[in-house]
T-cell receptor, first 118, second 113 residues
Framework: GAGVSQTPSNKVTEKGKYVELRCDPI?????LYWYRQSLGQGPEFLIY????????DSGLPNDRFFAVRPEGSVSTLKIQRTERGDSAVYLC????????????????FGPGTRLTVL | KNQVEQSPQSLIILEGKNCTLQ??????????LRWYKQDTGRGPVSLTI?????NTKSNGRYTATLDADTKQSSLHITASQLSDSASYIC????????????FGGGTRLMVKP
């Protein structure tokens, strides 16, 4: 497809379980971003990749959260030992680049994965 | 701490009416400001992007203004339609790097017939 896709669209899990959320960026976009959005709030930055490497992971709340992008395209956000407070919508975005000017780093967002931890 | 504050938090207007949403920011330095529209259950979609040298930008019925001196922006919606019902998010960046975006909490707009 032409846009950013995320799977699953909804994920319900139990406290303590492990979950993986997947993001397929727009083809050719080298930068990929993960955000977390709580109800009624704006997105909160988690981590971003430029190519295969995590260029900035300062937004990850703790070491239960980890993300990979092994081939510079698809990315997976992994959450271990989930807690009820992890419940939120996890948004992924991609851009042509993370630098190079405003137009090059305009981010295109996916529809998000709604995670519910019971 | 860099912050982006939006007002009002929520707004209800009748179809066909105009409205203006406000955004105040403390992000410094400043590079660009974006307005996004987020429909329920969807990701944000960019409406306008303005750099510090621009003070107005239009996209159809949406017009954004920017006053970099007072650090204020507004989004004006003309002749509202039911499909304008969404959250509108103001996003400020201190540089051209995509990882430094600061998001406002959004204004939830409901347009009623």
């Amino acid at each position: 497809g032409a846009g950013v896709s995320q799977t699953p669209s909804n994920k319900v899990t139990e406290k303590g379980k492990y979950v993986e959320l997947r993001c397929d960026p727009i083809s050719g976009h080298t930068a990929l971003y993960w955000y977390r959005q709580s109800l009624g709030q704006g997105p909160e930055f988690l981590i971003y990749f430029q190519g295969t490497g995590a260029a900035d992971d300062s937004g990850l709340p703790n070491d239960r959260f980890f993300a990979v992008r092994p081939e510079g395209s698809v990315s997976t956000l992994k959450i271990q030992r989930t807690e009820r407070g992890d419940s939120a919508v996890y948004l992924c975005a991609s851009s042509l680049s993370s630098t190079g000017g405003v137009l090059y780093n305009e981010q295109f967002f996916g529809p998000g994965t709604r995670l519910t931890v019971l | 701490k860099n912050q982006v504050e939006q007002s009002p938090q929520s707004l209800i207007i009748l179809e066909g009416k105009n409205c203006t949403l406000q955004c105040n920011y403390t992000v410094s330095p400043f590079s660009n400001l974006r307005w996004y529209k987020q429909d329920t259950g969807r990701g944000p979609v960019s409406l306008t992007i303005m750099t510090f040298s621009e003070n107005t930008k239009s996209n159809g019925r949406y017009t954004a203004t920017l006053d970099a001196d007072t650090k204020q922006s507004s989004l004006h919606i003309t002749a509202s339609q039911l499909s304008d019902s969404a959250s509108y998010i103001c996003v400020v960046s201190p540089n051209n790097a995509g990882n430094m975006l600061t998001f406002g909490g959004g204004t939830r707009l409901m347009v009623k017939p």
